[in-house]
């Protein structure tokens, strides 16, 4: 979708709010206006920048399937002035929204090919799109490899909707915690410690991964050892976007914009990147 004016937000009304956890929670939009919602469209792994009158906006992944048809979700972490605000909105409740920004997955890229994707923490957001996009069209792909880390087995969210994912043909679902429970059902350690069970062939296989930085150099590592070539591993990095449109500068990573550049990369892009710490 291109927008006549980006900087300025549509106004959304809220459908729906579902409390994920303590701290995240799921608003589902609607645009208000007929045009902007039937005109509306993005890609698996895009974001928008949802406005809240009076105090600022924040970018948020779009976590619906692009085939819910005029119902965009966003599942938003609790941390700060905005998003507490956000937090405390409700069903019938109205906010801005502009976008969709940012280059997302490469999903039709990926046809034909086995998939891994890797999330770590509370950042598997970007790639829950991607993920509904695929299983959608199975037929499509090879085997899919879902693997979840999180440091602590309470902080795994969405059981259910990883449950429904294992049960699609020719998909192998694996979680891991650093610390455990009694009832975890998963590995405790590393979630690249879940690599040796993954079934993909590294020659014909696109990776997808979000989370934390350092898990993500990891898990890449390991992943380039196992023979994946690097434009094959992409990476939805996370920066500070206020404009979206790469005019402020808060996003700039080396010479790249994550707001326009990206959030998507391939590793070849910006494997040098990663190793420059505090870039």
């Not at 294992?166 to 009694?182: N, W």
Request: aromatic content about 8%; some cysteine.
């Amino acid at each position: 979708m291109t927008m006549a004016n980006p900087y300025l937000p549509l106004d959304a009304r809220i459908v729906e709010r579902i409390q994920e956890s303590p701290t995240l929670f799921t608003l589902r939009l609607e645009l208000t206006d007929p045009a902007a919602k039937a005109a509306y469209a993005f890609e698996p792994g895009q974001f928008n920048m949802l406005y809240l009158h009076g105090v600022g906006e924040v970018a948020i992944s779009i976590v619906s399937d692009p085939l819910e048809e005029h119902l965009i979700d966003h599942t938003i972490r609790q941390v700060g002035r905005i998003t507490s605000g956000l937090a405390a909105l409700k069903a019938g409740d109205h906010l801005g929204l502009r976008g969709p920004f940012g280059r997302g997955w490469p999903v039709q890229q990926a046809q034909g090919r086995d998939l891994v994707i890797v999330t770590g923490g509370l950042g598997c957001a970007p790639v829950v799109s991607a993920i509904e996009y695929v299983l959608r069209r199975c037929g499509e792909f090879g085997r899919v490899n879902i693997v979840q880390g999180v440091k602590h087995a309470d902080d795994f969210i969405w059981r259910e909707r990883y449950d429904r994912w294992a049960e699609c043909p020719d998909t192998k679902v694996l979680i891991a915690a650093d610390v455990g429970s009694p009832l975890w059902p998963g590995h405790v350690g590393l979630v690249t410690e879940l690599f040796d069970q993954l079934a993909f062939d590294p020659a014909n296989a696109t990776v997808m991964m979000c989370g934390p930085e350092g898990m993500m150099r990891a898990a890449a590592r390991d992943l380039l050892a196992m023979g994946v070539p690097q434009p094959d591993i992409w990476l939805s990095m996370e920066r500070n976007m206020q404009c979206a449109a790469g005019h402020c500068g808060h996003c700039q990573f080396g010479p790249k914009f994550v707001c326009k550049d990206g959030p998507v990369f391939s590793y070849d892009q910006i494997a040098d990147l990663l190793q420059v710490k505090g870039l």
